[in-house]
Structure formats: structure tokens, C-alpha cells
């Protein structure tokens, strides 16, 4: 029970990685408000997390959406403790063919929410000395083709991590990024649809598979949420198998 009393928001909490986030704080005795655009699973986590979880239906580049987080933790829980940043959207498509709209999908769901959900929670995080833990990509370290405005707009949340984690840190706010490589239900499709290239990549990855949401990913955001990680902040912990190692 590393996270008992602690009260937590997870974008994109209610499938994916996010799910795996909130199941893990949950299970580890957090509280903790689901911001995601899928009402129905939103609502089926809830049914079965039961009062650990309170749900939000909305966008999380509006930043009327993250006020409404930041007030939903405090009036149902008290406080808050930690932010997670998970939630983001893209599209896949060549430089050359990527549209004004692809990229303000990109920066707008990547970059601006996680700037908004900062904003909206930095008083309460300043009160309980708290943690937010963003995300970043592969894409944007390894600049994979094809994920132009989504590699940009995850290395932007890198830098903005960086500075913030400075700029935070009189307020013992600490502020880090995960970077995943896991078998998402995206991963999943793709597998299965293209079995020897996913085997390929696989074993690239140094300890020879995609990682879990659950057990690999999740684990780890749990840990920069906790305590345990208080001396660490504006770090990019990679939680990929080894597949990249920074410098």
C-alpha cells in the first residue's frame, strides 16, 4: 500500500496505459480521478474500482476539463498528490502529408494538455509537496518516421518537463517523464495482423519483448508517485526494455 492516502489524476486513465496506471495506484491504496474521453469505460472502471475512482468524461485539451479534474479530486478526496499526464493522440502520416489539424491533434492532446493539467494543479501539488509524472515517446527520442507532429509534441513535453521540474522544485513539486514501449491494444492489432514484423521488433528490444502495461509500465509511474522517488526530478525514466538508453 506505497500510495495509501494519496489522491491521484491520470488522463487517459480508463484504457491502455493509463488504465494500467489507475488499476496499479488503486490496487497500492490511491484515490484517484479518470479523465478520458470513453464514457463507457469510464464508467465500467468505476463500477468496479468502486469509490477508489471518480470519473470525468472529457477532453483533455480543454483546459475547463482540467480545472474540473483538479476540483474533482479536492472536493471528493480531499486533496491532491499527483498528476499523471498519460493521455495523448495522433496520426501517422509522412512529414510531407501531415496537415495543420494533425498537428494541432498532436499538440493539443500531447503538449497543451499536460501544460493545462500543470496549471490547473500546481496549487494543490504545491500544498502536498506532490509529484506529476509526464509522458514521452520513442518516436520523439528515436524520431521514428511517419510521427512527425506526435514526436514533436512529445519532446516538447520533455523540455517543458525539464523546466518546470526547476522552476517547481522551491515548491518540492518534483516533475518527471516516463517513456514506454508496452503492448497497448494498438500493439495488440498490429501484432496480430503482422505477426513476423512484430517479432522483429521485439527482438530489437534487448530483453526481447514488448512490455507489459501492467507489470512493466505502470510499476514505474507508481514508483516516481510515491516517496520513495523524492529525490528525483526532471528525469526521463524509460521504461522500454532497454530499447533506448539515454545519455
Do not use: C
Not at 470525468?56 to 474540473?68: E, K, M, N, T
Not at 510521427?147 to 518537463?161: I, M, N, P, T, W
Not at 534487448?206 to 509500465?217: H, I, K, Q, T
Amino acid at each position: 500500500m506505497a500510495l495509501e492516502n494519496k489522491v491521484a489524476i491520470v488522463t487517459g486513465g480508463a484504457s491502455g496505459i493509463g488504465e494500467a496506471v489507475t488499476r496499479t495506484f488503486v490496487a497500492r491504496g490511491a484515490r484517484v480521478v479518470v479523465v478520458d474521453l470513453q464514457q463507457e469505460a469510464g464508467d465500467a472502471l468505476t463500477a468496479e474500482l468502486g469509490d477508489a475512482v471518480a470519473f470525468l468524461q472529457g477532453d483533455v485539451s480543454d483546459r475547463a476539463v482540467a480545472d474540473r479534474a483538479v476540483a474533482t479530486a479536492v472536493e471528493r478526496y480531499g486533496k491532491l498528490d499527483v498528476l499523471v499526464n498519460n493521455a495523448s493522440a495522433s496520426r501517422v502520416r509522412p512529414f510531407t502529408e501531415q496537415t495543420d489539424d494533425d498537428w494541432r491533434l498532436a499538440l493539443d492532446t500531447a503538449l497543451f494538455a499536460t501544460r493545462n493539467f500543470m496549471l490547473a494543479a500546481h496549487e494543490e501539488l504545491r500544498k502536498t509537496r506532490g509529484s506529476v509524472i509526464n509522458f514521452a515517446s520513442g518516436a520523439g527520442l528515436e524520431g521514428q518516421p511517419n510521427q512527425a507532429s506526435y514526436a514533436a509534441a512529445k519532446e516538447a513535453v520533455r523540455g517543458l518537463s525539464r523546466v518546470v521540474a526547476n522552476e517547481w522544485a522551491a515548491d518540492r513539486i518534483r516533475v518527471n517523464v516516463v517513456s514506454p514501449m508496452a503492448r497497448t491494444g494498438g500493439v495488440e492489432q498490429w501484432a496480430a495482423a503482422h505477426p513476423e514484423q512484430y517479432a522483429l521488433s521485439a527482438a530489437k528490444v534487448p530483453l526481447g519483448r514488448f512490455g507489459d502495461p501492467m507489470e512493466d509500465v505502470a510499476p514505474i509511474v507508481a514508483f516516481l508517485a510515491d516517496d520513495d522517488s523524492r529525490y528525483m526530478t526532471g528525469q526521463t525514466l524509460m521504461a522500454d526494455g532497454g530499447a533506448i538508453k539515454l545519455r
